[in-house]
């Protein structure tokens, strides 16, 4: 490849989600996933010369492929639904939070119906309280995943890679489930189109701190689409919590295409590339990639303890270049607003630098 | 009866369960279950001649017969771990407060572990943000629950009935899980001690302006409980949201033994009186009545809109009477701190009156 010949998809309608911060332990607090993320990261690419490009639009439709209508029209209808029923407007208060919710314990076997309450009906799909909805939180995440399908057709039209910017970010959105900053998951949207796009067998690999169980959701049972992580490892404390270990390896016709690779907090570069090198093994054998590219691993992020240096993002870059497939980067977290920019554009350039 | 035969167990030890408010739709508020409710009960008891009990103390290992262990020990244990990992403790705030949760369709059929973080083990047993946990919560729900034993022990030592002002209440902590700001099945425990008394079938009607959601849970496969609730319709979007409809009417040797009666929001006395008659007519084959006797159904209550009277309540209790039942009263709800004590002795006196 010549210098930064990978298109960037980028719009502005990301501004469209402003979560306004989030609630922790019943805590308020400003929230890692702002506005502004989404502005720096654009901003860098154009600084190195990436052409940004605009996504297309796309008929919603394409989600229910591998997320659940009731969960999408939910989504589309939340915030109207939360307004017209009088729910709290104070400053920094006028999102959809959740309160309660429907434990597997308490409903298990038991008739199963929506809430009738918006209030209640805000904890169906959820997993958290960190993950709320405003007025733009469905357009800017349909932004989001049009950017994603959009770098997989410009891939599928013979670029060699492309990086959509989405924001919201994605991975941790399943096919009846959102939380932790995500909404719809635009890295499986991309692999889906892939596919659909004609190619055999697809890898998402997934740098992100965090364990993307969205993505490991949706592609549980399927040996078409391979979801391979590194990620900071749950059973030390961290999100997602309740799933993201080793031993989750897919099931049915996908039992061995899903490989996890937790890592310990403060694990730095070595280990870390060690588990990337692996997953990159495991992805050999398909015929193109998506890579969910977090860099919220990075020293210095407030989401998470890995501590990996930018030269470290890069060898990853290169790591996953040599893999030779056609390639789609998403865009998952990154909460540094001073090394963000740079951590994004430092591992595409890597990546172009060393791809054949 | 004699006026006011019923002996009344309390003990001062609900004062250690000050949960300072709740988290509601991300929102702190002050909550209504508050410390000075069981002392206005109290109070009232006293002024209209009951005789007010303390309760015997009972091994925790008791609890295990309805209540899963591991959320037993987790009751025990989450304050200290909170503390201990260093969560928030501004003023309000030093209270475990979950924010993400284990959705089912998040971790069906997925391997499931017990998180690491504190911060997320508090999201496995409970249904909502508005169930804290604070240094003398634990404590504060076995001295309620042992408050139920003991008002179970007088009845099986001969009274004809008991009553147990239990604080914090109980009927929305089921087998493993709690919230609605109960912890441990006060009602439950004491059927279930009825049983191992020797009575051979125990109704449990509910008259908690909610449905007991909990109760139902613990006893929705067995035969020898009857479990009846007239309730405000959760359909109407009302808590417990998910379940306390008409048609879940037990399981396998339990089908048939679980009968709820929502009643419509407003409904007043009339409906709501029938539907008692419904859950007498039911329970006229027991040998022996628990009464989850909540009075947040009265008219100005602010956890419900059903408008029941005074006199309904009264007229209630002379229902629960006809049956003629040894009977354990058991108390949940009743916000109205201006009229909590009042119904709680009227519908008691009424009771008095009117039982053979």
Do not use: K
């Not at 298109?7 to 506005?35: F, K, M």
């Not at 497939?325 to 865009?331: A, G, Y």
Request: with cysteine; glycine share 12%.
């Amino acid at each position: 490849m010549t210098a930064s010949p990978i298109p960037a998809v980028w719009t502005e309608r990301h501004r469209l989600h402003d979560p306004g911060g989030e609630v922790w332990v019943g805590v308020p607090i400003p929230g890692t996933e702002v506005v502004a993320r989404g502005d720096l990261i654009r901003d860098a690419l154009a600084a190195a010369g990436f052409e940004i490009v605009p996504p297309a639009e796309h008929d919603p439709e394409h989600l229910h492929r591998l997320h659940h209508p009731a969960m999408v029209e939910y989504l589309r209808t939340a915030y109207d639904a939360w307004v017209a029923a009088g729910y709290p407007e104070e400053p920094g208060q006028d999102r959809v939070v959740p309160y309660v919710f429907p434990l597997p314990q308490a409903v298990a076997d038991r008739p199963f119906r929506l809430p009738a309450a918006p209030s209640a009906r805000a904890g169906v799909y959820t997993t958290d309280t960190t993950t709320l909805i405003g007025p733009g939180t469905y357009r800017a995440a349909l932004a989001a995943a049009d950017a994603a399908l959009t770098a997989a057709e410009l891939v599928l039209a013979g670029a060699p890679a492309a990086y959509a910017a989405c924001r919201p970010p994605g991975h941790h959105a399943g096919r009846a489930f959102f939380g932790g900053s995500c909404y719809l998951n635009n890295a499986a949207l991309a692999a889906q189109h892939l596919r659909d796009g004609g190619r055999g067998r697809v890898a998402v690999i997934d740098l992100d701190a965090h364990h993307g169980n969205g993505t490991q959701d949706i592609f549980y049972d399927r040996a078409d689409i391979l979801y391979a992580s590194v990620h900071v490892d749950p059973g030390a404390g961290w999100f997602p919590h309740f799933v993201g270990y080793a031993d989750e390896a897919g099931r049915g016709p996908g039992a061995g295409a899903n490989r996890n690779r937790p890592v310990p907090p403060g694990c730095g570069d070595g280990p870390w590339l060690e588990a990337i090198g692996d997953l990159c093994a495991a992805a050999g054998a398909c015929d193109a990639l998506v890579v969910s590219l977090g860099v919220d691993g990075a020293a210095g992020d407030p989401e998470s303890p890995l501590g990996i240096s930018p030269a470290g993002f890069a060898r990853a870059g290169e790591a996953l270049a040599r893999l030779g497939l056609p390639t789609v980067f998403v865009q998952e977290g990154g909460y540094d607003l001073e090394r963000l920019g740079g951590l994004v554009v430092g591992t595409l350039t890597a990546f172009a630098g060393a791809h054949p």
